[in-house]
Structure formats: C-alpha cells, structure tokens
C-alpha cells in the first residue's frame, strides 16, 4: 500500500468500527458472552494451526535476529493457547458493567441523580510480538460493548491473522457485526500514524509494547492514551523479612519470567539483615544466571556483584541483570522506589503490620503488594479476565486495564415533569 491507500484504508476501517462501536453498545449481555465462548471454542479446535502459524513467525523472528525477551512474548505453546481459551470464558462469566446504574440519590429538588456505565466507544490498540494481546483485547472489548481496532506487530502477522479469523467466526456466531473487532492487516507503520490521530473514529489508545513505541505514539497521538512506559519493579525485604519468604518471592519476581513489565528490576534490602539475607538471595539469583548489580555495600556482601551506576536503578532490564541496594530502612526505599520506579509495581517483605500499612499508603506505584511476588500484577490474576495493559497514568484507569477500564460513566437525572425553580 501506498501513503495514500493506507490513509484511505484507516479510514475505512474507522467509519466500520464507529458503525460497529453503536451497534456493540445495544447488544445484549447475552450476544457478547456468546461471542466470547464462540471465539474460545474455536481457539480451542484450531490449536495446531495457531502452533503452526506461531512457527512462521517464530522463524521469521530469529532469522531477523530477534532478540530472547521478545522471543519469549512471541512464542505461543499450548498451555498458552489453552490460558487464552480460559481468558475468554472467564470474561464471559464476568458481571456485565454496561448499564450499570450506581450512587442514585435524591435531590432536595426532587430528582434523583445516578451515574451509569457505557462503553468508551471506538478503542486503537497498538502491541508489539505478544498473539495473545490480540485475544484478550478482542475479549475485554467485546464484553465491554465496544468495538476495537487492533494494529499487532509485523512480528506475529501469521498468528494474528489467524486469531483474527477465529474472533470474526465468534462474532458472526452471536449475531454481532464483524466489524467491531479488526485486525489491520497491513504491516507498514505509516498505519499506526494513521491510527492514532483519527480522532473522529477512535475515542483512546492503548499501546502495549517497547518503551520507545510508548514514547513515540504519547508524543503524536491527537487521542488519550492509556499507556505505561516501562516496568521497573522492586522488591524490598525489610528488617522484619522472613528469609524463606524473601527467597521465594525474589526468585519467582525475578527469575519465572525475565521479558514481562512485572517482572522486579530491582531489590533492596535493608541494612539491619543484608549481612544474614543478601548473600544468600545473591546466592539464589546467580545459580539462575541472573547478573547482579550493586551499590558498594552490595559488592562487599556479594563479591560477584558489578558496580551499579546511577542509570541501572532507572532501567527496566527485560533481561538476566538485576540492581541492588542497601537501604537504611523503610524510609529510605520507600524514598529509592518513588524516585526510580516506573509506577508499576512494587512489593514488600515483612512481617511487621504497621509497616507494610506505611508501605501500601507511601509507594505512588499502581500496584503495591505486601509478602507477594510482582509478577502477580496481571489482569488474568487480578480476575479481570484478561487486562488489556497496565496504566501507571493516575486519571481514568490504573493498574491492569480490565472491563471497567473500557468504560466510562455518564450522569442520569431521572423526574417526574420536574423543573428547576
């Protein structure tokens, strides 16, 4: 496609999912569960080639010399099928927030004033690698009553067509128009421009992807993201930390997993038992691979730990290195993490009450956990369903976007042949 033909087909596909977003709003509860369990259905028969298309482009990706983090989100195997499928009759079993009436009260004039949930309308969504970005965007949309424009990466073309496909059979089974979820089929990036500018069609963004995406579509868009922009995660095991606790949460945070936005960058830990804790939580990560960086007290307790500079406390790795310091205490790391943290997630390890109630109030992260591993900052673990990302934005939606994150809220006045005196 050229310039011309790629705006005319944005075009195009907005004028679709504007006319699609109005018919979505009116579908019954009923119609949008039974897409759900549709699209479900079909992931679940057409496994192997969902496999074999995520082979393509897993090919595709290391003859390109991609690199292992996005290997890992590329990749599709047949538990992540099936936790797909789950995702989706999960959403179906959801609480329809649609219509929604809340906070009806009376007024001394005699009206009741209510607020009412509806759909934001027309949603961009923009993802890099990830095929099962496509499904749970399509699903919370479709539960949420409103339509989607989804623009995957050139990456997992073959995958995303392919789930593209399954969710237009979905939605042609419940009676629902196609339309309201589409995958833009071409690869040429002067769609995303497109995309993020076409405000009369598409009421928000969502970008899920690399830093350097996130950047690019906040500083061009004409339309409100919902966005976060890394994931720098810490982990901070306090002077009251229980040792076996401490080790079993830094592993999984850390080590389960290293290309996700949950994942912990970062540990600290405090003065009073890095002499008793720290060596041994080193211990643990180097026999996993993971490179350790640290402050000067860190190098002395963890003699294979490399010099930590100022720039590896801001950095979200996505990679086997993880930065370390020792703190003096709960003031100190909760003042370490507003400073260098992304907003995402962070956890603590205690066992003293009052200060893992100071640490849930003080850390300004979306999400904030207590004796928990950071990896759980997931929709899917949260019961959204499925999330369609994570916001660290503190207006309309933070922490993982699910259903309620699609929608927004209106007043409804509700009289009698009232008048305003």
Request: negative net charge; proline residues 2%; charged residues 25%.
């Amino acid at each position: 496609m050229n310039m011309i033909n790629i705006k005319e087909y944005m075009q195009q596909l907005g004028v679709e999912a504007r006319a699609a977003s109005r018919l979505m709003a009116r579908a019954d509860t009923n119609a949008r569960n039974q897409a759900l369990l549709a699209i479900a259905a079909g992931i679940r028969r057409d496994k192997e080639a969902l496999l074999a298309a995520n082979r393509k482009d897993m090919d595709a990706a290391r003859a390109a010399g991609m690199d292992a983090a996005m290997l890992d989100r590329l990749a599709l195997s047949e538990k992540s099928i099936a936790t797909m499928a789950e995702g989706l009759e999960q959403i179906a079993t959801l609480a329809d927030p649609i219509g929604e009436i809340t906070d009806l009260k009376y007024r001394p004039s005699g009206i009741q004033i209510g607020k009412m949930r509806v759909p934001l309308g027309v949603i961009g969504i923009i993802y890099e690698a990830r095929p099962n970005v496509t499904v749970d965007a399509a699903g919370l949309c479709i539960k949420s009553g409103n339509a989607c424009v989804l623009r995957g990466g050139s990456e997992a073309i073959h995958c995303n067509q392919a789930l593209a496909a399954l969710v237009k059979e979905g939605l042609r089974t419940a009676g629902l128009p196609e339309a309201a979820v589409q995958v833009v089929e071409t690869t040429d990036r002067a769609a995303v421009g497109e995309l993020i500018t076409m405000k009369e069609y598409v009421d928000v963004i969502v970008p899920r992807g690399g830093k350097g995406l996130i950047e690019r579509i906040s500083s061009e868009a004409r339309i409100p993201v919902i966005k976060h922009l890394d994931g720098n995660c810490h982990v901070y095991v306090d002077d009251d930390a229980d040792e076996a606790k401490a080790l079993r949460i830094l592993e999984n945070a850390k080590t389960q997993r290293l290309g996700t936005c949950n994942t912990a960058e970062s540990l600290l830990v405090a003065r009073s038992v890095a002499s008793a804790m720290l060596p041994k939580l080193a211990a643990m990560l180097t026999s996993k691979g993971i490179e350790i960086r640290g402050c000067a007290e860190t190098q002395k307790l963890v003699p294979q730990a490399k010099a930590a500079t100022e720039e590896d406390y801001y950095t979200e790795y996505l990679a086997a290195i993880i930065s370390c310091k020792v703190v003096d205490g709960l003031d100190e790391a909760i003042e370490h993490i507003n400073k260098y943290s992304s907003q995402h997630t962070e956890a603590i390890v205690t066992e003293n009450y009052t200060k893992a109630r100071r640490f849930l109030r003080e850390v300004d992260s979306s999400s904030v956990m207590v004796n928990a591993s950071t990896r759980f900052a997931d929709g899917f673990e949260y019961g959204l369903g499925a999330e369609i990302g994570i916001s660290t934005d503190k207006i309309h939606a933070r922490g993982p976007v699910g259903l309620e994150g699609l929608t927004s809220q209106k007043y409804v006045v509700l009289g009698d042949g009232h008048v305003r005196g």
